[in-house]
C-alpha cells in the first residue's frame, strides 16, 4: 500500500495524475497471460450455477450505501438524492439476506459465521480495510493541502511506512502538531507500518482458523472482501465526516489549511477507534 502510493506521487509529478489509473493496465495484461499457464482447469464436476441474484443485490446496495454516506455530507442528509440512496442500499441488502436464505448455492452461507474465529477475523478485517483505506487517502491530501509538499515529495513521505500499532500511531499523528516532521510524521508511519504487518497476518489467519478444508476458498475470499468493503464503507464515513468538520470550520471564519487540518483531525482520530475496536474484538477471541 505505501508502495502505491510512493508510485503513485512519482506518476502524478511526472506524466500527471490521470497517469495513475493505467498502473493496473500491465498488472491486468501479465495476470491474463499468466492465468492460463500457471492455473490447471478443474476436472468436470456437478457443476453449481453462480448465485446471479445474490451477486446483483449485494454488489448494488453496497453501492448505494457508499454513495449515500459519500453524499450525505455535501448535499444534506434529508436531500432527495441522499434519502433515495439510502433507502435503496436498505432495500438491496435486505433482498441480498433473503435470497441468501433461500438459494441452493449461495454466495455468501451465512452458517460459516458460527465459526467465531471466522467472523472476529472477518470483523477485525472490515475495520482494517475501513481505517487503512481511510488513512492512506487522508495521508496523502494532508500532505499536500495542509503540509503543502508536492505529489512526489508526499509520496516519498510515506516510504517510511513500507518499512515498518495503528491506533496509537494515528493518534500521535493526530495530535503531534507542530512537533516537527520527523517526530510528528516519521515516527508515527513508521509506528503505524509494525501494526499493519501484524495486524493483515493474525486478522487473515483468525479467519481461517478452524475452517473446512472444503470451506478453505471461501474462507480466503470472504476475508478480502471483508477488508474491500470495509474500504469502501470506511473512507465515506470517515471522509463525509472530515468535509463536513472542514466546512463548518470555513464557516466558522477559519483559513483553509486550518480547516482542512481540523477537518482530517477528526478523520485521523476515526481510525484510532476503528484499529482499537479491531483490537479489542481480537483479545475477547483470545480470552475465551
Given at each position: 500500500s505505501a508502495a502505491g502510493v510512493l508510485l503513485g506521487g512519482v506518476l502524478t509529478t511526472g506524466f500527471g495524475w490521470s497517469s495513475v489509473f493505467?498502473?493496473?493496465?500491465?498488472?491486468?495484461?501479465?495476470?491474463?497471460?499468466a492465468i492460463p499457464l500457471l492455473i490447471t482447469r478443474d476436472r468436470r464436476g456437478t457443476a453449481e450455477r453462480m448465485d446471479a441474484a445474490g451477486a446483483a443485490t449485494a454488489t448494488l446496495g453496497l453501492a448505494?450505501?457508499?454513495?449515500?454516506?459519500?453524499e450525505g455530507g455535501t448535499r444534506g442528509w434529508t436531500s432527495q438524492i441522499v434519502l433515495g440512496l439510502g433507502v435503496a442500499a436498505l432495500a438491496l441488502l435486505t433482498a441480498f439476506v433473503l435470497i441468501e436464505r433461500r438459494a441452493a448455492h449461495p454466495l455468501l452461507p451465512f452458517a460459516f459465521f458460527r465459526n467465531r474465529d471466522a467472523l472476529a477475523g472477518n470483523t477485525v478485517m472490515l475495520l482494517v480495510?475501513?481505517?487503512t483505506v481511510a488513512l492512506f487517502f487522508a495521508l496523502s491530501v494532508y500532505l499536500q493541502e495542509v503540509l503543502h509538499l508536492d505529489a512526489l515529495s508526499a509520496g516519498l513521505s510515506q516510504l517510511p511506512l513500507a518499512l515498518a500499532l495503528v491506533g496509537i500511531g494515528v493518534v500521535w499523528f493526530a495530535l503531534a502538531g507542530g512537533t516537527g516532521f520527523v517526530a510528528g510524521f516519521v515516527l508515527p508511519t513508521i509506528v503505524i507500518g509494525l501494526g499493519l504487518g501484524a495486524t493483515f497476518v493474525t486478522a487473515t489467519q483468525l479467519a481461517v482458523r478452524g475452517v473446512a478444508e472444503s470451506d478453505s476458498g471461501l474462507a480466503s475470499g470472504l476475508v478480502n472482501t471483508?477488508?474491500?468493503i470495509g474500504g469502501a464503507l470506511g473512507l465515506a464515513v470517515l471522509g463525509g465526516i472530515a468535509s463536513a468538520q472542514t466546512a463548518a470550520l470555513l464557516a466558522a471564519g477559519s483559513g483553509a489549511t486550518a480547516a482542512t487540518a481540523g477537518g482530517f483531525l477528526l478523520l485521523f482520530l476515526g481510525v484510532a477507534l476503528l484499529a482499537l475496536i479491531g483490537a479489542a474484538v481480537t483479545a475477547l477471541v483470545r480470552s475465551r
Open positions: 493505467f498502473v493496473n493496465v500491465p498488472v491486468g495484461i501479465q495476470v491474463l497471460v448505494a450505501a457508499v454513495a449515500a454516506l459519500s480495510g475501513g481505517s471483508a477488508q474491500q
